[in-house]
């Protein structure tokens, strides 16, 4: 297996799935093939497992198995290809939403503020919009948007306004030249965690990220089967929070819908009363499994 993407949790996420040797089975963020290779070790000759990744560079990973379909598109089409597939129903699903290492690792693919790149950030490279694209053309309002909400950054107005004044100039095309003009508001003391959720913004923001997540759980709901296991591995408090309000009330702002009676029903159970998280061995051996929650949810 190629090292792509170190899979975070990977026992706990396979015993939560609480895998049927004769079932399916999507790997909705394929990446290196971590959590796939560890399913398909479980499954029988009548199993079968569905991965899905819009990033074309993971497809060099994929696995030769009968058992096993590779999908290089967004997870958030996922029941369109099922069930063009013939598939209407699935056992369980797991979703790893980090950036893989080799995204993060390769500097043209400018992800990382590491490497004065070309600002592109795009997980499909066959997408047109680019981080680049975002800062130059975004009007005020959306820029401030993208950094408080995606970025949770307070001074949104301050950057936002610093970008403004530089593109007036010239364009914002590389990681160095962001980092050049955030100077004056990247506070000292934790300038990696400045730039990291700004960049973070701007990542969620190329590539829709939380609405693709609020399409896939909703999906999951309609596809698995009662009983099935759906496990969500996130790296940040937006994507934990749509998440965990979707497992609870089957909502994504945190309030169950009700009957005309009042009584509530949501597609699913936690399995978990908390998120499971990784021990020190394991941030120890991959510092960025340190941010991750992994959440479990049983279809009623």
Known sequence: ??????????????????????????????????????????????????????????????????????????????????RYMGIEKINGLVADLGVSWHQFDTPSRGFSFRFDETLDMRMNTGATLTAAAILNTAGSNELKEIFRNYGELRQAGKITS??????????????????????????????????????????????????????????AAEMIIPGGRMVIISYHSLEDKLVKNYIRYGQFDGQPEKDLYGNVSVPFSPVFTKPIVPDDREISRNSRARSAKMRAAQHN
Not at 19 to 46: C, N
Not at 64 to 75: M, S
């Open 1 to 82: 297996m190629t090292v792509y993407h170190k899979p975070v949790l990977l026992q706990q996420c396979i015993e939560a799935l609480k895998i049927d040797p004769d079932g399916i089975y999507v790997d909705a963020t394929f990446g290196g093939g971590g959590h796939s290779w560890e399913i398909l070790r479980q499954l029988s000759t009548k199993g079968r497992l569905i991965g899905f990744d819009q990033d074309a560079a993971s497809a060099q990973n994929c696995i030769q198995d009968e058992k096993f379909q590779f999908v290089q598109h967004n997870f958030r089409y996922m029941k369109n290809f099922l």
């Open 162 to 219: 610093l970008i403004e004044q530089m593109r007036a100039i010239t364009p914002i095309n590389t990681a160095g030249q962001l980092v050049e003009c955030l100077k004056p508001v990247t506070p000292r003391a934790a300038e990696n965690k400045f730039l990291a959720q700004v960049f973070q913004a701007l990542r969620i923001a190329v590539n829709h990220e939380l609405t693709a997540l609020k399409d896939l759980l909703i999906q």
